[in-house]
Each structure stands twice: as C-alpha cells, then as structure tokens.
C-alpha cells in the first residue's frame, strides 16, 4: 500500500519489480488513492488494483470499506506498507484481515513496530528507493545487517517507458495547436509542488521562473519552454509565462493527460522541475532533468537516471522537513506558516550553471534541436 505522494509511488516501483522477482509465484496487489489511478496503468507492475476515493469524507469511509471487503475476499497474505508515518495502511490491513504487516517504524512510536511482523530500519542517508528496496530485502533474505543489501538494490531501477511512435506524434500535433512547430526543441519547466505540503516553502519566487525561461530561450533561439501543471494551477503557471514576455513561452498547465505529460517528457531536451511527482515521472523516460530542492533534500528525493542532477541550497536548515516529525511542524512552526526563505537563496545562476552543461550536450546529441 501507498497512498500520498504520486512521485513517491515511482520511487516505490523498483520494489514492486523486486517483490516479483523474490516471489515470482504471488500476485501483486496494489492499494492507493484513485487519484493515482492513471499512474499504475502507466507502470503496469501489479497484477490488480485498489483505489480509495480521497475527495470527500463520506467517499474515504464508503471506498475504505469496500476495499477492505474486496482485499478480504481475495485472502491477502502479506501487507506492505510502503508509508513512513501515515497510519491509514495498517489500518486498512487490519480491516481486511491480512495476516501478516511488513513496513517501516519510527523510534519515536515504537508502539508501531509491535504491530509489523517485519519491521523495516529507515535509513535517511539513503535514497528514498533504497529505502523501499531495503523492506523487500529483509522480507526476501532475512538479513537484519543488510550485508548484502547493496549488490541486492543496485539489480533495481525504474521502469523505463518508450512511448510509442504514434504517441509521440499526436503529443506533436497537440502542442501545434498551441503553437510549437513539429520540430521545435522543448525545455520542459515545472514550477509547481504538490499542495499538500508547505507548497509555499517549496517554490522559488514566481519572477526567477519566469527569468529561467526567459534566459535559456534566448540562449537558445529555436526552443520553446512549456511551463506544464495540473488544471487548478494554471492561472499561476499563466502569470509565470506572461512575464516570461516570450512567444516561445506556453503554458500547458490543464492541458495534458498524465500519460500525455510522459510522452512530453519523452520529446523533451531537458526537464526542469521542483522536487515533485513530475520530476519523477520525467525519470521513467530518462529524459535530462535537474531537480529543484528548496525545502527538502536531494538525498532522498534525487531524479534517477543517465543525466540528472539537482540543486539545493547549502543550508544546515534543509531539509525543513522530515518523517521525523511527520512532515507536520519544522522550525517550531506549523508547515502552513513556513516561508520560502532557503528557496530565495538559491540563484538564477546557480541553477543555470547546472543547467546549461546539460542542455548543451543533450543539443549536440540531438541534430533535431539545432534547427
């Protein structure tokens, strides 16, 4: 089970692939939010799903019981619970009446490891999908001194998506609509963060979005940068573009399909994003990408894959959050109230120096973007 987080279900999704190869007979059933429905038929790892409808109380208490009656039905046999602090999965889990509960505590609540039949360390010096593999590790090896645990996670990365041919050229046809010619090179830039959780910390001011576009289209005169989001944040993806004061400048927050959001990736020069679910699933096609960490903290959250990186601020403060504390209350103040201080340390500059190497190879090994 995992519920919050869509980029957190794909960091999660080297463990569903080591589940399958460490249990090869068992079938893979997964639980979540409906609202990351479209996200496990685009990873298409489990064998059924699950969906508890989070957009109204009466609709979590209906679906909750309906899932735990369909689980109940189906004779689970194993529960992992891949949150760090939520209660909700084990729950759930008791609800459907699965025996045995495999997940993660915190020594802050030692009443939750006597709940897990396997009890999982959390690590923080380690990547957040290392984190995950570590659970299905100790499920399949029994090793509580992870001797081996290194040679076991490194067999296990994301899935990769090859969108096809056909998907690529109606993304193609739909951005002319919008403007960008067939062959124009795309710089993909996100400057949105998930709602739920200090959104106002985790942003750079809305005018160095706006000034990161402007610049690398005009250090790249053919491009165009698309400022993608979901429909409710359009109006401020819109301001961002309009003061971006470039035609080349296009706003498609609204407009894409989560699958149609990957396949844009795919066409993508470059991906730069605020440590999000869109900068994970940029990871699924491998497209260069530059993670954007302004409250949390690249150590467990990094983009994975051939060409990333990412920039944080060098600051003792960061990150302003953790499990720890439920990512409730840091700094003596409720998230709600956090500023976007750090963020405002971190420089236009100091993102294009990271930026530009990228985006100049990618232009040299692709002939397409030099039009």
Known sequence: MKFFGMGSIVVASP????????????????????SNKDLLEILGLTDK???????????????????????????????????????????LGGLAGIPWNAGFYLTAEPWRRTLLD???????YFHTKDIFLSLVYLLAKDDSYYLDFAEFAAKYKY??????????????????????????????????????????????PEARYAELGARLLEEHPTAAALYIGAKGERAYVEGIVHDVGNPRAVSVAGELSLKELVVLFAE???????DSGPMHLACLVD??????????????????????????PPLYSIPLFTVYNGKDVVMGKPTDEIKNVAARSVSLDDVLRVVRPMLTETVAAHPRHTN
């Open 15 to 34: 463990s569903l692939k080591a589940l399958r190869d460490q249990f090869p007979g068992a079938e893979l059933h997964f639980v979540t939010f409906r």
């Open 287 to 312: 497209v260069p990408t530059v993670g954007l960490f302004f409250a949390d903290t690249p150590t467990l959250f990094a983009p994975l894959g051939t060409k990333v990186a990412s920039v944080a």
């Open 49 to 91: 799903n699950y969906f508890v409808d989070a957009s109204s109380p009466a609709a979590f208490v209906r679906t909750t019981l309906e899932v735990a009656a369909e689980l109940r039905r189906e004779g689970c046999d194993l529960l992992v619970d891949l949150e760090f602090y939520a209660k909700f999965p084990l729950v």
């Open 118 to 124: 396997v009890a999982g360390v959390y690590n923080h």
């Open 159 to 204: 899935p990769k998506i090859v969108p096809t041919p056909e998907e690529r050229n109606n993304l193609r046809e739909k951005l002319k609509g919008l403007g960008i010619r067939k062959d124009q090179p795309l710089l993909v830039i996100n400057p949105n963060t998930s709602p739920d959780l200090a959104p106002e910390a985790r942003k750079w």
């Open 268 to 274: 993508s020069a470059i991906v730069i994003s605020n």
